[in-house]
């Protein structure tokens, strides 16, 4: 009767592995069951001793912090074990990031020069290497949050020659990207200022703040617009493409050398620049979203591949979840390839 007991939970193991692996999902089960067997022993034999233990309030709740602490670490191991095979947006955001890491240096950033390295030679973290670092309690990386990178044509309140360009620059593309301060949300978020008026010059670790403040600024005032007809694969490209942009806005900030510069200037330059680049709209950066979308074009087709030899899913089976924003506009030609 044991033997058919075990079977049964054997097979019922198996299948539910099966299962969780079709859904691209791959778990440890000696793990799951190595941990869940010693947290078993562990309470047996406190229970078992709660006589030596004694009945005062005391010995009970230090006994119940010793068992929720094992529980507590068991629980985490179990989903540190866990690893998806699919893209959310979050894990699709770092991965990205490795990717042009990779590919890309700071001359080739800004100009769209071609790739610095071939398929093979490109390392991004795969599923396992993911599974490790990924946060588990604590939140997203704010530039990885969908709120943050995703949104409409009112977040920036775009000109209608600024979005008459931007269709121009993006005509065969189900996605746009628009450049501007987002002033629809008041997220509590820091803004470079300098000091108060009539304070001292900054030193060189104030500076430095004051250059990575703008820096953050310039890659958060960006955003993804989605076309109503947008798959999956649009949004591994718009991701792409909004990652390279990111990276060229923060590298047009000035220098700590610049600010420097300013900041010994007499009146308020440091201030007025400041202020300029942190009201940069896309009729601002016109060359920049347009460089953008060209690089992230060029790089789509090699980012796929990289995906799928690092064990990837295919962009079909990215678990983004519903992005509800948004539009509608005439593309010309066909865009991204559909997949379904």
């Known amino acids: 009767?044991?033997?058919?007991?075990?079977?049964?939970?054997?097979?019922?193991?198996?299948?539910?592995?099966?299962?969780?692996?079709?859904?691209?999902?791959?778990?440890?089960?000696?793990?799951?069951?190595?941990?869940?067997?010693?947290?078993?022993?562990?309470s047996s034999l406190i229970i078992h001793h709660v006589g030596a233990i004694g009945t005062s309030v005391q010995a009970v709740l230090s006994v119940w912090i010793t068992l929720q602490f094992f529980e507590v670490t068991c629980v985490y191991k179990q989903l540190r074990a866990v690893v998806f095979r699919m893209l959310n947006f979050e894990r699709l955001w770092l991965v990205t990031n490795h990717f042009l890491d990779e590919v890309l240096d700071s001359e080739s950033t800004m100009n769209g020069k071609d790739l610095r390295r071939s398929i093979s030679e490109i390392?991004?973290?795969?599923?396992?290497?993911?599974?490790?670092?990924?946060?588990?309690?604590?939140?997203?990386?704010?530039?990885?949050?969908?709120?943050?990178?995703?949104?409409?044509?009112?977040?920036?309140?775009?000109?209608?020659?600024?979005?008459?360009?931007?269709?121009?620059?993006?005509?065969?593309?189900?996605?746009?990207?628009?450049?501007?301060?987002?002033?629809?949300?008041?997220?509590?978020t820091k803004t470079a200022r300098k000091r108060a008026n009539g304070a001292k010059q900054l030193n060189s670790s104030e500076l430095l703040a004051l250059a990575e403040q703008m820096k953050q600024e310039a890659m958060e005032n960006c955003h993804i617009v989605l076309h109503a007809e947008a798959n999956n694969a649009d949004i591994v490209k718009s991701t792409l493409a909004l990652a390279v942009l990111r990276r060229k806005l923060s590298d047009?900030?000035?220098?700590?050398?610049?600010?420097?510069?300013?900041?010994?200037?007499?009146?308020?330059?440091?201030?007025?620049?400041?202020?300029?680049?942190?009201?940069?709209?896309?009729?601002?950066?016109?060359?920049?979203?347009?460089?953008?979308?060209?690089?992230?074009?060029?790089?789509?087709?090699?980012?796929?591949?990289?995906?799928?030899?690092?064990q990837w899913a295919t962009p079909a089976r990215f678990m983004f979840g519903r992005v509800s924003m948004r539009a509608e506009w005439p593309i010309r030609g066909s865009g991204s390839k559909n997949v379904k």
């Open 252 to 310: 047009s900030v000035p220098s700590i050398d610049e600010l420097q510069r300013l900041d010994n200037c007499q009146g308020d330059a440091i201030d007025e620049m400041i202020n300029t680049y942190s009201s940069r709209r896309c009729r601002d950066v016109m060359d920049l979203i347009r460089l953008s979308r060209e690089q992230g074009d060029q790089l789509f087709g090699t980012f796929l591949k990289v995906l799928s030899i690092r």
């Open 1 to 42: 009767m044991s033997t058919c007991r075990i079977t049964e939970r054997n097979l019922f193991a198996d299948s539910l592995y099966a299962h969780l692996y079709n859904c691209g999902i791959t778990i440890s089960l000696n793990l799951l069951s190595f941990i869940s067997f010693h947290f078993r022993i562990l």
């Open 123 to 188: 390392i991004i973290p795969t599923p396992d290497i993911m599974a490790k670092s990924e946060r588990i309690f604590l939140p997203p990386n704010h530039l990885a949050r969908r709120a943050i990178s995703f949104g409409s044509f009112g977040r920036a309140k775009l000109a209608p020659d600024e979005l008459s360009e931007l269709m121009e620059i993006f005509a065969k593309e189900k996605f746009l990207l628009v450049v501007g301060k987002d002033v629809k949300n008041n997220r509590r």
